[in-house]
């Protein structure tokens, strides 16, 4: 596989060559164990390899361990055991720096609870992403920001306060936000679960199209039936998964 030197170092030229690699993410005998409250395996050996411009649906019941998942290949969360390759990168021995760049460098993730800044306008939490990276001059960044809130519908909420917005506002600006790095994996739990069908479709539609077009690889964390019927593969959540 293509090493990828996307560490240290927030560049994004760096990661240019990512979209070259055949395998976007691997994981290998992986287990994840939550010992407090009290102890919980939610998963004991999960093998999952995952191609550019693969279109994964995770699906399982509630509480199967689809947001533990994700955050384990957003490095949000230390596997128990087994190995986890992002991008070329064995991630389960970066520091939790190293994690972040990674993130930030080149992973959209759209996390089940919103972390959005609640005191910024829909603007400014679009743009942290690029300006976290150092990418181009403010002009280049805002005009690159405005280009996705019009692509998700949301240009005219663009000076509005993030607090001030409904739920479902809130969950396009967190997928608006996770584009805008126009990153090469796109990792999203429950996207489309504040969202209107003919939103959710138009949002849906758009995302099919980048993974078809321009193979953008998407792993999504979903109870939506129409994900499923989209996404060019199903992993369904056991304790045991090879996929
Ligand atoms: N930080 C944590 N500490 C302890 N247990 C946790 C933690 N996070 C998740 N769990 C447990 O792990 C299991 C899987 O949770 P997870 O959130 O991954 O499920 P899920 O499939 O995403 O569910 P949902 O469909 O409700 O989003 C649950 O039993 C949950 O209680
Ligand atoms: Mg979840």
Request: hydrophobic share 45%.
């Amino acid at each position: 596989m293509e090493e990828l030197e996307l560490i240290p170092g927030l560049s994004r030229s760096a990661f240019g060559g990512a979209t070259t690699t055949a395998t976007v993410t691997q994981l290998t005998h992986v287990s994840k164990v939550f010992l407090e409250p009290k102890r919980r395996e939610v998963f004991t050996d999960v093998n999952m390899r995952v191609k550019r411009g693969e279109f994964v649906a995770l699906a399982g019941p509630v509480g199967s361990g689809k947001t533990t998942l994700v955050n384990l290949l957003a490095g949000i969360e230390r596997a128990s055991s087994g190995s986890i390759q992002v991008l070329g990168k064995e991630t389960t021995r970066l520091s939790g720096r190293e994690l972040t760049t990674l993130r930030l460098a080149s992973l959209g993730l759209v996390p089940q609870v919103q972390n959005l800044m609640q005191e910024f306008t829909v603007s400014q939490n679009v743009e942290l992403p690029l300006f976290f990276l150092g990418e181009g001059e403010r002009e280049s960044r805002l005009s690159r920001v405005r280009e996705v809130l019009v692509l998700m519908g949301i240009n005219a909420d663009a000076e509005r306060k993030v607090a001030d917005l409904s739920v479902g506002e809130k969950q396009l600006v967190s997928i608006a936000r996770a584009m805008v790095k126009d990153p090469p994996l796109l990792v999203m739990d429950e996207p489309t679960e504040s969202l209107d069908p003919l939103v959710s479709e138009v949002i849906l539609e758009m995302l099919r199209g980048d993974n078809a077009l321009r193979a953008k690889t998407l792993i999504i964390a979903t109870h939506d039936k129409r994900i499923i019927e989209l996404a060019t593969r199903t992993v369904r959540m056991n304790a045991k998964i090879h996929a």
